[in-house]
């Protein structure tokens, strides 16, 4: 590995963990909100400098109507990654934006600091943006949906698992049931709207990174894998970097073939293969729900940089 790149990837985390302290020392927990709203703001900020030109990065919400007319509309989102390149906002006020389903990529919920009730909150916040599907003429859609927490209460990854299962194994308040994100899912499938059903990553500063796959199990019912991906030091810490990856690698693959991105950026690539993140031997794997079909499905790397030395 060249060192002078490792270090480099990890300035990010540490400069963003630095800013996070310096103001938690001068501010305390008195001013929650002011401070959330900074935090927001550095994430927002780092991710306009290194993601291409085309694509904003605002605050606001998702708009559109069904087929019947009747508003469908999300909740306020910390982060949205849409394409102006491409697509109009339906309002717009310096960076706090409304707009519609198409042009958004992705949305980021951000935390200070992650407890079940938080992480729970995050989910929340984004887990019903399925019904923007119901948009007349809106064919092929995913809005990747990620949590960004600069520190955590919970122990990694087993109380990020616990959460999670707790989260989606709760069907009231309008969320939907574990059995039915398996069939939506499963009918969405061949499109990429399969993904909507799920978070698709959680990232923790002082932690490590949890992303989700979907696999078909031997009883040909779908399953939401949650891999961990732990710091491979306290010298070393790629957090930041990692999530800006998977944003770029979900938000600019051609045809919205997540991974493809890099496929026409060689050399930004081969430096992300410096990207040093590595899975627990034991209890990295999440598999809900649970199913003892698990042990005939073909979990790939979702991260092939990823290293354990």
């Known amino acids: 590995m ?47 400098n290194l993601l291409p ?3 904003e990065v605002s605050t606001g919400f998702i708009l559109s109507l069904d087929q019947n007319g009747n508003e469908l509309k999300s909740k306020q989102q910390d982060i949205i990654i849409w394409n102006s390149n491409e697509f109009s906002a339906i309002f ?47 064919y092929q859609f995913k809005i990747a949906k990620f949590i960004f927490s600069f520190g955590s209460d919970l122990k990694f990854p087993d109380g990020y698992f616990d959460t999670i299962c707790e989260f989606y194994d709760n069907d009231k308040d309008g969320q939907l049931s574990a059995t039915q994100r398996q069939e939506f899912t499963k009918e969405f499938f061949s499109q990429e709207s399969s993904g909507n059903f799920t978070i698709d990553g959680i990232f923790s500063l002082n932690d490590g990174s949890i992303l989700r796959e979907i696999a078909l199990g031997s009883d040909k ?8 991906f732990d710091l491979i030091s306290n010298e070393v810490n790629h957090v930041y970097t990692f999530f800006e990856h998977i944003i770029h690698s979900e938000v600019n693959s051609p045809n919205s073939k997540h991974g493809f ?14 990207l040093s993140l590595k899975t627990p031997e034991e209890g990295g794997t999440l598999v809900y729900p649970y199913t003892d079909s698990i042990r005939s499905v073909n979990i790939k790397d979702l991260y092939k940089g990823n290293r354990s030395d």
Request: aromatic residues 14%; glycine residues 2%.
């Open 92 to 138: 717009r006020d310096d960076e706090f934006v409304i707009v519609p389903p198409e042009a958004c990529q992705a949305v980021i919920e951000v935390k200070s600091t992650l407890t079940k009730n938080t992480l729970k909150k995050a989910m929340l916040a984004s887990d019903d943006l399925y019904k923007f599907m119901q948009t007349p003429s809106l």
């Open 2 to 48: 060249d060192n002078n790149i490792s270090r480099y990837f990890s300035t990010h985390s540490y400069e963003l963990m630095s800013k996070m302290k310096r103001l938690d020392y001068l501010i305390g927990r008195d001013h929650w909100l002011s401070v959330g709203n900074y935090k927001e703001e550095l994430l927002r900020n780092l991710l306009r």
């Open 221 to 228: 019912k779908f399953i939401f894998i949650f891999r961990s």
């Open 261 to 274: 991105y890099y496929s026409k950026q060689p050399g930004l690539f081969s430096l992300m293969s410096e």
């Open 53 to 55: 030109k085309k694509y």
